[in-house]
């Protein structure tokens, strides 16, 4: 790993308008976090100051009591979150899927539970079979959809009737004014460890020019329930920095076990 202060060469990269469209958010994303798979470990512990740990843990505890479930978790990075929530359902199976080939196989490496897999597919076109999974989970991974509502859609298709989808998100400040702060507080947290690692803000900058283009936490519910959600929880944390959201899709739910 790279000492910080050592020389290195700027990594190239630039968000310009790339986030506008689909198909070049999803190559952005690729590049991107190939970049940064091997600091990721510790990155998001880093620039939450020490919650993300917390943060992670209260989503895991929101989720249902479930025997045996079939957990996917989306845009799963180094497995951090899947491995927690492998731990959670020692009996149940979960799946952790990502676009980028260098996650996939960091997340590889430091899993050791038999109950985890892991492979490598676009959040909204998983290829799984429909209403297969209890569970759907995402750390940080709807802000990063190429497509938000294709990969909403997606996760109501691949749930079983009465499933469950877990999020931990940035949500923007509400107001014009609150969530210019905001995001010009993370552009500069951000852009200081892109300065610091890669010579190049951009590299953590892409939080903050994501998340205004993410909708606020009321549009995102809104958006859920479009495609037949119902929120079932929310805990704002880091003063609403970011927030757990748990929803569950309309329908009885049938057991896993089925």
């Known amino acids: 790993m790279r000492k910080l202060g050592t020389a290195r060469a700027p990594t190239r990269l630039r968000i310009g308008n790339r986030l506008e ?18 600091e990721y470990r510790w990155m998001p512990a880093a620039l939450s100051l020490g ?39 020692p009996e149940g199976s979960v799946l952790g899927l990502d676009l980028t080939p260098p996650m996939i196989s960091r997340a590889q490496h430091f899993t050791t539970q038999a109950n985890i897999h892991y492979a490598e597919a676009d959040m909204g076109a998983t290829g799984l079979a429909s209403e297969s999974a209890d569970i759907v989970t995402g750390g940080y991974a709807l802000r990063n959809a190429p497509e938000l509502d294709e990969t909403i859609r997606e996760i109501a298709r691949i749930l079983r009737p009465g499933g469950w989808a877990g999020f931990l998100e940035f949500m923007r400040w509400p107001g014009r004014i609150g969530g210019a702060l905001e995001i010009g507080v993370l552009r500069v947290w ?22 205004r283009r993410f909708p606020i936490r009321e549009e995102l519910v ?14 704002l944390c880091f003063f609403g920095v970011t927030a757990i959201l748990l929803f569950r899709k309309d329908g009885q739910r049938k057991e896993a076990s089925e």
């Not at 917390?54 to 978790?73: E, G, N, S, T």
Request: net charge positive; with cysteine.
């Open 21 to 38: 469209d689909p198909d070049s958010k999803r190559e952005l994303n690729k590049r991107l976090f190939s970049k940064i798979a091997v």
């Open 51 to 89: 919650r993300d740990s917390v943060w992670k843990r209260h989503l895991i505890q929101a989720l249902p009591d479930l025997p045996r479930p079939f957990c996917v978790d989306l845009a799963c990075g180094d497995g951090d979150l899947t491995r927690r929530i492998a731990r959670r359902f």
């Open 222 to 235: 809104a958006r859920f329930a479009h495609h037949g959600f119902r929120l079932v929880n929310v805990s």
């Open 190 to 211: 951000g852009g200081l460890w892109g300065m610091l690692l890669h010579g190049n803000p951009a590299v953590y900058g892409y939080i903050a020019a994501s998340l």
